[in-house]
Every structure is written in C-alpha cells, then in structure tokens.
C-alpha cells in the first residue's frame, strides 16, 4: 500500500510566508502507457542538470553538485545541492547563484498508483566559511518537486511552502535583489517557471 503523499513528509506544512502550488496533468489511454509516462517523467525530474532543456528558453539553469560546490553528472540524490542560475543579476553570498540541498527524496508504487518526490531548502554556499544563507527566500522555505500516477492521470507539481524574502544577507545589494526577486516569485515568476518545468517534466 502506498503511504499517501500527505504523510510522506515531502510537502511541510505552510507556516509562515507564501505559498504555491503548480501542477500539469496529463492522462493516458491505457495503464500501460500511464507507467511508461511516469517512469520517463520520474527519470527527468531526477535529472536535475536537464531542467532547463526541458522548460525552455528565459528559465532558470540548474545544476546538481556534490557538498563542495562540484558540478555532478547523474541523477538527484538526497544531500546533493543545487545551484540556480536565475535570470538577471545573481546575489554575491552566493558567487553570483542560488543555492539549495535536496533534503528528502521519496519513492512510494503499488499496482495503480506511484509518486516520486523531491524537497529541497535554501542553504549557504557550500564553499564560503559563512553562515548566510544563499538564496532569495529565508532558510525556512521549501520547495517539493513531485510526479504522480493514479491509474491513467500522471501529474508533476511544485508546491513552495513558508515563502519568506531574505533579507538578513549582509551586502545591501544582495537585500534589495532578493527582495525584488522573492517579490516576483510571489507575485508570478515561479509560477512560469515552474508552470515551464512541470510541462516539460510530463512531455
């Protein structure tokens, strides 16, 4: 029996801040071609260094790297980093990224339905000796990275949860970009890119 993806712990509860969710669904004709769309989908959300190709052009570039700062060449593991090349100015804490750690992978199947999940949380950079976190929202947000199957229907979704801007950075220019830009997460930049990349996730 699959443990329910609001128990899986993959998607905290809202706290504090905003939050988002955006999901794109597609549904099969047959139980056959729904698994094989969840395993190709499931494979390209674990290809971290791929998201960019498959969103399209003016969204952000990903690349998955090791605790160093490392750029790595396989799939998403838990304790791997992210670092975010966002469209425009890049903050100095984080050597011109954002950075975040996949803290929590899960993977639940059964006959009729299967989820493969993925939450990562801001962090700092991995190779500075200081403790500012590197990233335009605070360390209390999240991000939850899912695909799902329930018997034909296949659905990618983003949740963000506890959206707090970070502006406890010390470089004041780093505090207005990240003002600016956790501003326009909220207001619809995350939703167009994320909206890119569930599309994409389920091509």
Do not use: C
């Not at 099969?28 to 959300?45: D, H, K, S």
Request: glycine share 10%.
């Amino acid at each position: 029996m699959v443990i329910p993806l609001s128990a899986s712990g993959l998607i905290p509860s809202q706290q504090t801040g905003a939050q988002s969710n955006t999901s794109f669904v597609r549904d099969a004709v047959t139980i056959r071609e729904a698994e094989q769309l969840y395993e190709n989908a499931r494979r390209r959300l674990l290809d971290v260094n791929n998201w960019q190709e498959i969103s399209g052009e003016y969204t952000a570039a990903f690349t998955l790297t090791d605790s160093n700062g490392r750029a790595l060449r396989r799939s998403a593991l838990e304790g791997d980093n992210i670092r975010i090349n966002i469209p425009g100015p890049g903050a100095q804490t984080g050597q011109g990224y954002d950075w975040v750690q996949i803290e929590k992978i899960a993977m639940q199947a059964d006959s009729n339905a299967a989820y493969t999940g993925m939450r990562v949380r801001p962090l700092p950079l991995p190779t500075g000796a200081g403790r500012q976190v590197a990233h335009f929202f605070r360390q209390y947000a999240t991000s939850s990275f899912v695909v799902e199957k329930n018997g034909n229907t296949v659905r990618a979704s983003v949740y963000g949860r506890n959206e707090l801007p970070n502006t406890g950075v010390r470089r004041l220019l780093d505090k207005i970009r990240n003002l600016f830009i956790s501003a326009g997460a909220v207001i619809g930049f995350s939703k167009v890119q994320w909206g890119s990349l569930v599309r994409g996730i389920l091509q």
